[in-house]
């Protein structure tokens, strides 16, 4: 089964250090789950401050700068994984290093025929 985690943390609580650290914990995470084939894909995002949000509402287009929802913990990344059930992906969501500071959302991807591969 497919999962994606989603990434949340606060973007001011990490020092540059601890990110750069997260980087490369998160790099070594991302070889440890492909020699397992459980690894589809993983990214970290741009700040919210790159944001852009779309919304169509009785067939107008309104942009607005920033995220769809103002919050303490932003999207800042996410993981695409593929193992046998939910506990798996509860344990590789344990592992994420921003898991310590902020939240792994774990959600089961639906899969929709028809579409390419």
């Known amino acids: 089964m497919k999962y994606m985690l989603l990434v949340y943390s606060e973007e001011k609580a990490w020092t540059e250090d601890e990110r750069n650290q997260c980087l490369v914990d998160s790099a070594r995470l991302c070889h ?5 084939g ?8 741009h700040s919210v401050t790159a944001a852009t ?3 169509i509402r009785d067939g107008k287009r309104s942009i607005t ?3 769809f929802a103002e919050t ?3 999207l800042g990344g996410y993981y695409i994984i593929d193992v ?7 344990e590789i969501a344990s592992r994420i290093p ?4 902020g939240t792994i959302e774990i959600r089961p991807i639906e899969n929709l025929l ?4």
């Open 32 to 36: 440890d789950l492909a020699e397992k």
């Open 53 to 55: 949000s779309l919304r």
């Open 72 to 74: 303490t913990e932003q």
């Open 38 to 45: 459980q690894y589809i894909d993983a990214s970290p995002l």
């Open 98 to 101: 921003p898991a310590k500071k």
């Open 114 to 117: 028809g579409l390419p591969v």
């Open 84 to 90: 046998e059930n939910l506990d798996d992906a509860i």
């Open 65 to 67: 700068d920033g995220p």
